[in-house]
Protein backbone atom coordinates (compact mmCIF):
# COMPACT_ATOMS: atom_id res chain seq x y z
CA UNK A 1 0.00 0.00 0.00
CA UNK A 2 1.22 3.64 -0.27
CA UNK A 3 2.44 5.66 2.76
CA UNK A 4 0.11 8.41 1.72
CA UNK A 5 -3.34 5.83 1.86
CA UNK A 6 -4.38 6.48 4.89
CA UNK A 7 -6.07 4.07 6.98
CA UNK A 8 -5.86 1.46 4.68
CA UNK A 9 -4.08 -1.74 4.15
CA UNK A 10 -3.26 -5.08 2.14
CA UNK A 11 -6.68 -7.37 3.37
CA UNK A 12 -8.66 -4.39 3.45
CA UNK A 13 -7.94 -3.65 -0.36
CA UNK A 14 -8.55 -7.17 -1.08
CA UNK A 15 -12.07 -7.73 0.98
CA UNK A 16 -13.27 -4.49 -1.37
CA UNK A 17 -11.78 -6.21 -4.51
CA UNK A 18 -13.04 -9.68 -3.93
CA UNK A 19 -16.42 -8.14 -2.39
CA UNK A 20 -16.97 -5.88 -5.61
CA UNK A 21 -15.94 -9.08 -7.95
CA UNK A 22 -18.87 -11.22 -5.85
CA UNK A 23 -21.35 -8.14 -6.48
CA UNK A 24 -20.15 -8.37 -10.26
CA UNK A 25 -20.40 -12.05 -10.39
CA UNK A 26 -24.24 -11.75 -8.85
CA UNK A 27 -25.04 -9.34 -11.76
CA UNK A 28 -23.51 -11.45 -14.63
CA UNK A 29 -25.38 -13.17 -17.16
CA UNK A 30 -22.68 -16.09 -17.02
CA UNK A 31 -20.01 -16.87 -19.00
CA UNK A 32 -15.90 -16.68 -18.22
CA UNK A 33 -15.43 -13.44 -17.47
CA UNK A 34 -17.08 -10.26 -16.01
CA UNK A 35 -15.51 -6.93 -15.62
CA UNK A 36 -16.10 -4.45 -12.55
CA UNK A 37 -14.77 -1.56 -10.73
CA UNK A 38 -13.28 -0.68 -7.78
CA UNK A 39 -12.53 2.54 -5.90
CA UNK A 40 -8.88 3.24 -5.07
CA UNK A 41 -7.81 5.67 -2.42
CA UNK A 42 -3.65 5.74 -2.92
CA UNK A 43 -3.19 9.11 -1.42
CA UNK A 44 -4.72 12.45 -0.54
CA UNK A 45 -6.72 12.95 -3.48
CA UNK A 46 -10.05 11.48 -3.87
CA UNK A 47 -10.76 8.17 -4.66
CA UNK A 48 -10.52 6.85 -7.99
CA UNK A 49 -12.05 4.05 -9.95
CA UNK A 50 -9.97 0.97 -11.06
CA UNK A 51 -11.51 -0.73 -13.76
CA UNK A 52 -10.47 -4.77 -13.35
CA UNK A 53 -11.85 -7.98 -15.12
CA UNK A 54 -12.36 -11.87 -13.78
CA UNK A 55 -11.58 -14.82 -15.44
CA UNK A 56 -12.52 -18.33 -14.53
CA UNK A 57 -10.59 -21.57 -15.73
CA UNK A 58 -9.24 -24.74 -14.76
CA UNK A 59 -6.48 -24.51 -12.49
CA UNK A 60 -3.63 -27.10 -12.79
CA UNK A 61 -5.71 -30.09 -11.77
CA UNK A 62 -8.74 -29.19 -14.04
CA UNK A 63 -10.47 -27.28 -10.56
CA UNK A 64 -12.18 -23.87 -11.20
CA UNK A 65 -9.52 -20.97 -10.25
CA UNK A 66 -10.33 -17.09 -10.73
CA UNK A 67 -8.19 -14.69 -12.29
CA UNK A 68 -8.08 -11.16 -11.39
CA UNK A 69 -5.93 -8.93 -13.41
CA UNK A 70 -6.01 -5.51 -15.36
CA UNK A 71 -8.57 -5.52 -18.33
CA UNK A 72 -5.56 -5.54 -21.01
CA UNK A 73 -3.91 -8.61 -19.29
CA UNK A 74 -5.00 -12.03 -20.03
Known amino acids: ?10 SGRLWDV ?3 LRYAII ?3 GGRQVAFSV ?3 NDTRPPRRI ?5 C ?3 DHGEPVITVMMPDED
Open 27 to 29: RST
Open 18 to 20: LTM
Open 39 to 41: AVE
Open 51 to 55: ELKAL
Open 1 to 10: MPEKAECQDE
Open 57 to 59: GPG
